[in-house]
């Protein structure tokens, strides 16, 4: 299947700093991409979808200006936790859609997640 | 939009029992139903979907039958193992539009 990474995979910060993680599509281009976070024992919860060469498009009760996101090119989304606080600590996925083969439909493919631990 | 609801939270079966995880959706456009397998720590893992066009699939000792007239898909997981433990996630969308995702069943399979 279709290969996407994430930089780091797990950072631990102080409160106040910001932090960027990094999603790659390895063999694919994505004009797409997603961010999702996830608590413990929770499911996915989509924060926003990073569009390449434009703004992102949050959801609701995702503040814009904490989560920002930058979709640089076909192969890159970034998002930047600023001013991290305790709470934003989470599990951050990152997701791409992909056609995999003669004929197929896109499938979506996730990264392996950054763990951010606020202290 | 899209609503989905998964059940149960917690299965817990013998090893060699059959587990069976049911969704259920609100949007009768939604056509794409794939399912998910996360394991702790780790990313969800594509371990297989359905589309409307067809009302089961099978992929070993994994099946999926989805029922678009009453709006709901199951999973169907046979002769379990210890490492078919996991969060199995489902998720509903109209083919690439974002999905909308189940709140996961847990699954302990003990040996």
């Known amino acids: 299947g279709a290969v996407v990474s994430q930089h780091p995979s797990r950072v631990i910060c102080k409160s106040g700093t910001s932090v960027k993680i990094e999603c790659r599509s390895l063999d694919f281009q994505a004009t797409t991409m997603f961010w999702y976070r996830q608590f413990p024992k929770q499911s996915l919860m989509l924060m926003a979808t990073s569009n390449e060469g434009s703004k992102a498009t949050y959801e609701q009760g995702v503040e814009k200006d904490k989560f920002l996101i930058n979709h640089a090119s076909l192969t890159l989304s970034t998002l930047t936790v600023t001013s991290a606080h305790p709470e934003d600590s989470s599990f951050y996925i990152c997701?791409?859609?992909?056609?995999?083969?003669?004929?197929?439909?896109?499938?979506?493919?996730f990264g392996p997640g950054t763990r951010l631990l606020v202290l | 939009g899209e609503n989905v609801e998964q059940h149960p939270s917690t299965l817990s079966v013998q090893e060699g029992d059959s587990a069976v995880i049911k969704c259920t959706y609100s949007d009768s456009a939604s056509n794409y139903f794939p399912w998910y397998k996360q394991e702790l720590g780790k990313r969800p893992q594509l371990i297989i979907d359905?589309?409307?066009?067809?009302g089961e699939k099978k992929d070993q000792r994994i099946a999926v039958t989805l029922n678009k007239t009453a709006k709901h898909f199951s999973l169907h997981i046979t002769e379990t193992q210890p490492e078919d433990s996991a969060v199995y996630f489902c998720a509903a969308s109209r083919g690439s539009y974002i999905p909308t995702f189940g709140r996961g069943t847990s699954l302990i399979v003990h040996p």
């Open positions: 997701s791409a859609y992909a056609v995999q083969g003669l004929g197929a439909q896109e499938t979506q493919y």
């Open positions: 359905i589309r409307s066009n067809v």
